[in-house]
């Protein structure tokens, strides 16, 4: 897979800009596309299929 050169913003055109965004998204989903199946974990967090988890949300402190 090749590595992409980026140039530098300022020296670039719009048009230039818009197509390394496109060439950076596109090897980004060819990556994805390509990537092997996740493996299962032997590992799980313990958790059994029907549980869920919640966080406390966070509050500011009012001074």
């Not at 596109?26 to 988890?53: C, H, S």
Request: hydrophobic letters at 40%; a negative charge; charged letters at 25%.
């Amino acid at each position: 897979m090749q590595n992409i050169e980026l140039a530098s913003p300022p020296e670039m055109t719009p048009s230039a800009r818009a197509g390394e965004i496109a060439a950076i998204l596109a090897a980004a989903i060819v990556r994805t596309l390509a990537a092997d199946e996740p493996k299962q974990r032997e590992v799980g967090l313990g958790f059994l299929p029907d549980q869920r988890v919640h966080t406390t949300p966070y509050q500011e402190e009012k001074l």
